[in-house]
């Protein structure tokens, strides 16, 4: 049988990120390879594309397809006009932004990192509670990405935000075990909870200091 899934754009849920709209293409086809999204800009003049610069880590080389309307692009200081069919190569670490002309204004996004597989790290289902987070409403975060953890436990960065927030809200047992199996997933969170002020809560526990030994 062949593994192919079919999906209609406008059929995928659309979530929100720092004010920009956004359809999780990659996250939706359960995509591997290559990280794929669709920004929509709902009014005239609103932002489609939030800016990446070089500090961001999530700014990797990018592919941008207008897809729908019109969009004026800001790459390093330079306006690029793109009307739908118009293609917009950005490479790491370049200052990259987009805003829409025409309401419905809709741009594909594809990234991957030179020289390395793709790291699928679940920030699609990670955003949409990014506010609440911010708000410091950690245990209703916790909650609610603990289902988002069981229905995709593919992401490792969920499972480091997810032991966040529940050390924040006095879960400590939950939190270490999912700090645990974020640093058994990928390596790089022993060192992001050595500096994690989230984890302060927990860093004094004979658990807490044996995963960051290893």
């Not at 049988?1 to 004010?19: K, P, Q, R, S, T």
């Not at 990797?60 to 309307?69: A, H, S, T, Y």
């Not at 199996?181 to 969170?189: L, T, W």
Request: glycine fraction near 8%.
């Amino acid at each position: 049988m062949a593994g192919y899934m079919v999906a209609h754009l406008d059929a995928i849920e659309e979530f929100n990120d720092a004010g920009c709209h956004y359809r999780p293409i990659r996250h939706h086809l359960g995509i591997t390879a290559f990280g794929v999204t669709a920004w929509t800009a709902h009014s005239a003049g609103d932002l489609v594309i939030n800016e990446h610069d070089e500090d961001d880590p999530t700014a990797d080389q990018e592919l941008f397809l207008v897809l729908r309307g019109h969009a004026v692009f800001e790459i390093d200081g330079d306006q690029v006009d793109a009307p739908a069919g118009t293609l917009v190569s950005a490479p790491p670490r370049t200052k990259r932004t987009a805003s829409a002309t025409q309401a419905g204004t809709t741009v594909i996004a594809l990234e991957g990192t030179p020289g390395r597989a793709y790291d699928a790290r679940g920030w699609e289902v990670w955003a949409p509670l990014a506010p609440l987070y911010q708000a410091g409403r950690y245990a209703e975060v916790a909650d609610r990405l603990g289902d988002l953890v069981a229905a995709s436990p593919q992401y490792h960065m969920l499972f480091f935000n997810l032991a966040c927030c529940e050390s924040r809200s006095g879960r400590t047992s939950d939190a270490l075990d999912h700090l645990q199996h974020a640093i058994d997933m990928s390596a790089e969170f022993r060192a992001s909870a050595t500096t994690d002020s989230d984890l302060d809560p927990i860093r004094n526990e004979p658990a807490f200091k044996q995963l960051i030994k290893g």
